[in-house]
Structure formats: C-alpha cells, structure tokens
C-alpha cells in the first residue's frame, strides 16, 4: 500500500492550510495533480478513506475493467497518491431521449489530507476540462454523503424509495392476469440476455437510465460474497411472454432468518425492470409469494414506483424517501438544451455558478413541448434567479422549481414565470438510476 500521511509541517485539522481548504488557494500548495495512470493506484486512498476496507480482488476487476485513466484525476503530495476523482463517459437518458453524460465517482480524499480544498480542486480540474474541450455538458454522480455536493453546483435530481412490504400486506389492488406468462429463476450469469434486453427496452421509459455495455452489466449484477452480509448468493427472476421472449425480471437475494421455529427469510429486491404493466405486476407477485420470505424489501425503486400503486396497503410498506442522483450543467446552454420540455417555456435564467463561472449571467431558454430547444445569453431583464445547484435539481425533470421557490432558493422576478418554468421542466415518470459508478 502506498503512503499517503499527512505533510509533516501541517497536522489535520490545524493551521493554515485547514482555514484556507474550503476554497483551495493556499491550502493545496504542495499538492500536484495529475490524470490517474490506472486503477490500482486509487486503491490506498479509498482503502483508508472509507474506513480501512480495501476492495477484494473480484471487485476490482469488475471497477477497473469501468476505469477510464484519461478521464480520472489523483492528487499527490510527496508523488504519492492522496486525493481521487474517477471519470467515465456515459449516456443517459434524458427528457426527450438519451444524451452523453459526464459521470463522476471514486471522489475520495486520505483522512490526513483531508480539509485543504483537494476535493474542491479536483471537481473544479474536472469541470473546467469538460467545459474546454467541449465534452459532456452535463455531469452525474452518487453520492456518499448528501451535504458534500451542493456547494460545487450539484443538485440533488433524483429520489428513490425504498419499500418493506410485511407478509400481512402483500394483497394487490387488483387481480394480476397472468396472460400466460411464465416464470424462471436462475443465476443472473444465465439471465444475461434477458436481463439485457429488458433493461434495454425500459431504457428511454425514464430520464436517468444509464445505457449498460458489457461491463457495465457485470457491475449491475455484481455479487461479491463479502458484499452479502448473510444472504445468499444473487438470483434473477426472469418473466417471458407466449413465444419465450423476456418480457420482466428482478435481482434479488434472501437471508435466513427464522421466528418461534417459523421461516422468515428477508427477501432484498436489488432492482426490477418489466416492459410492460402485466409483466411488471407478475414479476411482484411472484417476489410476494417467495416461499419462506418474511418481509420483502426493496431498497432503490423509483420515487413514483407502481408497485405503490399495486399495494391494497401502501402505508404497511413505510416507503421512505431518500436522495438518489445529483446532476450539474457543466456549459448552461448546452445542458439545457440536450432535453425537451414539458410545456413550451420562454424564460430568462439568471444564474449563479462559482464554480463555473462561464455559466454565470443570463440565459434565455425557449422550447415547445417536445421540440428543440434554444439557450443563449441575453442582457433582457431576469425573469428566475437561481443558483446553479437548482439547475442541477431540475436537469432530469424531477426537481421542482416551485418547490425550490417556496424554499427560497429560486427567486420569481416576473409574475407568472415560475409557474410556466415549472411545469415545463417537469417530466413525467420520474428520473431514476440504480446503477452504481
């Protein structure tokens, strides 16, 4: 493992390099950056930064063969990597259909370098390098921690709930018509074609979806025996239509747990995707009536999930709401132009970005529903004023703008704009992205 201490004239947490960190400056003097050479060297840096657990050799075989070394950055202090930022070139799909997406991960900073302004740093090399080249206009990431991101611009996109159905609320709605569907449940390994084209088919369904090469699949369906926690290994069950095509299935794993000498197995769904309704309901009922299941429990479904729709008992399954994704423009009128709009919008943005400050000023968007769109800068008096981590939150469609008004984050200087902005910008189903990068 590398050596990634502290410099020795400066202790964490201390000093002039700790009151200067938020904004970089004085506090990165010392530290040089540079594009990643390969996977192995992040290794040290996320070992120690999330807690001493280095990554287990099938791991990171599975990330490094997603590592893009060209795209990624480390910083190093005394030439030894300290500070990590990985980049990959993704599609997603956006309002309208799918676009190129800068995505962001692995931002990971040495507990002893930590507050000296490296992750700032590196986010603000990344970014500018997107914007000169002309690359991606918009990136995506996950985060670990909800707090960390707004302050560089990122705006929280995406939601996701999670669902505990008890064995006592498993009844649907309505009755599920089988339509003669069958059911398989194999390794995901012998549902690789299925699971590819299902997901394929519900690619353009929401904005958020990330389009899956072959190694972006063995990451979805990834099954590290540490990583199971008790449970056994993954299984995939799989749905096909009459004439055997696959038309839904479902990841998922169960942990043995028993009551008073009765089987509970707690059931975790890790993802479900189905091309259509029929389908999708089967493949819930069937996770429903797993035999020796207790609750059954998903963790990531999205935010408007019609398996809240099927439930007679919604409430017995306590959703509850978390953050998901976090999206920035990168160049403002690129970004707002790579979607379509709900409703037809003409608006003037006056936006704040410290981060990229290209983006600054006023921008007018103009769009029908469905068609093109134009953003370009204008010296026409503001319409919205916003912050560039509130046009992050409504890049996909699933932010609101009247929400953030009400809030207090985004500011009406027009009366009547920010209804129409709102609705233009709202899509319907929401955003969604449970893969991992």
Not at 102 to 116: F, K, L, M, N
Not at 227 to 248: I, K, N, Q, W
């Amino acid at each position: 493992m590398a050596d990634v201490g502290a410099p020795k004239d400066v202790r964490p947490g201390t000093g002039t390099a700790a009151r200067t960190g938020a904004g970089g400056g004085r506090a990165t003097a010392g530290y040089t950056f540079r594009a990643a050479a390969e996977w192995a060297e992040f290794g040290a840096v996320l070992d120690l930064a999330y807690g001493g657990h280095p990554h287990s050799p099938a791991h990171s075989a599975v990330v490094g063969a997603l590592f893009e070394p060209k795209r990624s950055l480390v910083a190093c202090y005394g030439g030894r990597p300290c500070a990590t930022l990985a980049g990959y070139a993704l599609e997603m799909t956006l309002p309208g259909g799918p676009a190129p997406v800068a995505g962001i991960g692995y931002v990971a900073v040495a507990p002893p370098h930590r507050r000296r302004g490296l992750m700032r740093e590196l986010l603000r090399k990344a970014l500018t390098a997107l914007h000169e080249e002309r690359a991606e206009p918009v990136a995506v990431l996950h985060s670990t921690e909800p707090g960390i991101y707004g302050r560089f611009g990122f705006g929280l996109a995406s939601q996701a709930v999670e669902v505990s159905v008890p064995p006592e609320a498993r009844a649907f709605a309505g009755e599920v018509a089988a339509s003669g569907l069958t059911l398989d449940v194999v390794s995901p390994d012998e549902a690789h074609a299925a699971v590819a084209d299902v997901y394929r088919a519900c690619l353009s369904q929401r904005p958020g979806l990330l389009r899956r090469d072959a190694a972006w699949q063995r990451r979805a369906v990834e099954d590290e025996p540490a990583g199971r926690h008790g449970a056994g290994r993954l299984l995939c069950m799989v749905v096909s239509g009459p004439g055997g095509d696959a038309r839904a299935y479902a990841l998922y794993r169960l942990r043995p747990a028993w009551e008073r000498s009765r089987p509970r197995y707690a059931l975790s769904v890790r993802e479900v995707f189905a091309c259509d309704p029929a389908a999708y309901a089967f493949v819930w009922r069937s996770l429903l009536d797993t035999d020796l299941a207790g609750a059954v429990t998903a963790a990531c479904c999205p935010v408007d999930d019609p398996l809240l729709a099927l439930l007679d008992d919604p409430r017995s399954a306590a959703p509850t709401v978390r953050d998901q994704l976090y999206v920035r423009a990168v160049d403002l009128d690129r970004a707002l132009t790579a979607r379509t709009y709900s409703a037809p919008v003409d608006v003037v943005l006056e936006v704040r970005d410290v981060m990229c400050p290209w983006n600054e000023g006023r921008w007018r968007l103009c769009a029908e529903p469905g068609g093109g769109a134009v953003c370009v800068r204008t010296g026409a008096a503001a319409d919205l004023a916003l912050g560039a981590r509130d046009v992050g939150a409504v890049l996909l469609g699933g932010g609101s703008l009247a929400q953030l008004a009400l809030a207090g984050r985004v500011a009406e200087l027009r009366p009547g704009a920010l209804r129409a902005a709102s609705a233009a910008f709202r899509h319907d189903p929401a955003p969604y992205c449970p893969t991992a990068f």
